[in-house]
């Protein structure tokens, strides 16, 4: 997802988002999620089926989900299985119902979502349901396990007045008039998705579809008002769906709606269907890189996801290195330049103040991930190893990276074990110093010139040891500049280079490839 800058600081101050543990007594195979939504008040009523398989014997279903508590959160009204109710504990965020077979459950329930669904009014005034689940809010509204590394299918049916239409994640399968004022839609799924991204959006919408687009249906899902300026800018996800699907591999859903919505984020990158923030419209084509991060993250997160939240850059740093590259792309070198000189300031500032590594497990409020280790440090990750492999080997690397942990988890080693094995460059140490340790190389440049010989001296002044690969520009007043480079791997190196003028100035990676602080 994207950060809603302007809100950005206040979330993370107000609302934090505590980690759920993983669950690996149990592995869910398929939800099936009904769901009915009504005008009068906001209570959802639900029937969740849960498809599961113990992965040792166990007598207890231990399930995420947000019991009421002063008038918020939802309220069991029976579990059933093969027909028998079964017994149960729901208390704070936890359900444990005793069962020792592995048939299906079917879980009705009724209660005001506290979050994770938001029901409130959009900037219209209008009626709106939308579920935002980053990073396990869902079970504020769903019960399942809320953690990425239990992928399910998902179905949604979802009976709400016929006056919204709903968009949710999966293929569209069924639309019914049940009454004279209500709808129902059912949305599927036959592929396995992290809980973060399986969502509903119901409201009034004005959508357009524009056709397939690298054979993925595309349409614009947006606020009636907002539908000239909405289609207009939304139709910037051809190009960007076009490019990643060539780059990466075919997209990996069904569907890809792009949807305006009041996600508390800038943007959120649920599966087939993105839910932007409600001023991603406006019109000018402001938010086409917001677009681009949503759109690849639909390979990187939602179907190549990360095993675990410290492995976050999996997903962020991927979306925003991808956008990077969509840019470069779109705009040239220059624009990628531009926004990985940005990307550095932003991971500079940050470690200023914050002393983690990328891969962070210290966390145990999940939006404080939402940081620039995980976004830009990650993207500039990216950047250097493509750079040190080259385009061809980071491409293939890619792609092999995608093709095996589709529809799956990875870790950070497993995405270092695909850049070795197509590069043949042991990344032990790349790996280590750039995802283990914090900060970055801050640099000094030194260097004197006599008899035709040019010293220079490269000091490193942060704590941590880097390794890395540096380019000089040399810029002289009679001739033309030169560029050079070293191998750095010690704290501070000196080298002399022969020439026949002395260098009126020497710039600090001219072509934007390494991730380091200058020493003034
Ligand atoms: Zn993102």
Known sequence: MK????????????????????????DILEYEFHLKLNDENDVIKGNAIIDFQYNEDADVLELDFAAE??????????????????????????????TSSEDEISIFYHGIPEDGLIISENKYGDRTFFGDNWPNRAHLWLPLIDHPSDKAKVSFYVTAPSK?????????????????????????????????????????????????IAKIPLSSWVYPENKEAGFYDYAQAEEI???????????????????QSTTRYGGMENAGNIFYF????????????????????????????????????????FATYFTDLYAEHQYGKSKLDEKLQQERRQVIGFSQSTKTAVIDSSRTNLMELLNPNSYQKGAWILHMLRRKVGDENFWKTIQQYYQKYKFSNATSEDLKVEFEAVSGINLNQF?????????????????????????????????????????????????????????????????????????????LDPNTNLLFEEAL
């Open 3 to 26: 950060r809603n800058f302007s809100l950005f600081c206040l979330l993370n101050f107000l609302a934090p988002v505590l980690l759920l543990a993983q669950n690996p007594k149990v």
């Open 69 to 98: 508590e002063n008038g918020k959160g939802m309220i069991i009204d029976s579990i059933l299985q093969n027909g028998k109710q079964l017994k149960f504990q729901h208390s704070q965020e936890k359900l444990n119902i005793n």
């Open 164 to 212: 919204y239409q709903v968009v949710a994640t999966g293929t569209l399968q069924e639309i019914t008039n049940i009454d004279d004022e209500n709808s129902l839609y059912v949305y599927a799924t036959p592929l396995e998705l992290p809980t973060k991204v399986m969502v509903i959006g119901v409201a009034e919408f004005a959508v357009q579809h524009l056709g397939e």
């Open 241 to 259: 769906l076009q490019f990643f699907s060539e780059k990466i591999a075919p997209f990996p859903f069904t569907k890809l709606a792009n949807v």
């Open 278 to 317: 409600e001023n991603s419209v406006d019109g000018k084509r402001s938010s086409e890189f917001l677009l681009a991060h949503e759109i690849a993250h639909q390979w990187f997160g939602d179907s190549a996801s990360e095993d675990d939240w410290s492995h976050l850059w999996l997903s962020e740093g």
């Open 431 to 507: 790996f280590k110093q750039w995802l283990t340790q914090y900060g970055q190389p801050k640099i000094k440049l030194e260097y004197s010139y006599k008899n035709g010989k040019l010293k220079i001296t490269v000091q490193q002044l942060q704590k941590n040891d880097f390794e890395f690969p540096i380019e000089l520009q040399l810029n002289y007043a009679t001739k033309d500049a030169e560029i050079i480079d070293f191998n750095i791997t010690k704290k501070k190196e000196t080298f002399e280079i022969e020439t026949s003028e002395k260098p009126i100035s020497i710039d």
